[in-house]
């Protein structure tokens, strides 16, 4: 099971918000494609897929507040 990761977007950004998912459960998704897009209060911007598989688990809702380095999904 792989996670994704809210990655460092910046200095001194410490949470982001959960915009938009791009994919949902069950979906078979491929290295590079768009998973979600997050906010700051600089800029919003899209996390690809860094490996292939099938979305398992999403477990932020839009619009929820969410800490770099947390888990936000899980691809099988």
């Known amino acids: 099971m ?3 990761i ?3 977007v910046g200095m001194g ?3 982001v918000e959960i915009s938009k998912w791009e994919v949902k459960i069950g979906d078979k998704i ?3 494609d768009p ?3 997050i906010n700051t209060e600089k800029a919003s911007t899209v996390l690809d897929a860094d490996f292939a598989g099938e979305v398992a688990q999403i477990l932020f809702n839009p619009g929820d507040m ?3 380095g947390t888990v936000i999904c899980r691809i099988k």
Do not use: M, R, S
């Open 13 to 15: 950004i410490t949470e």
């Open 6 to 8: 809210i990655p460092k």
């Open 30 to 32: 491929n290295e590079g």
């Open 2 to 4: 792989h996670e994704v």
């Open 35 to 37: 998973i979600v897009e």
């Open 66 to 68: 969410v800490e770099v």
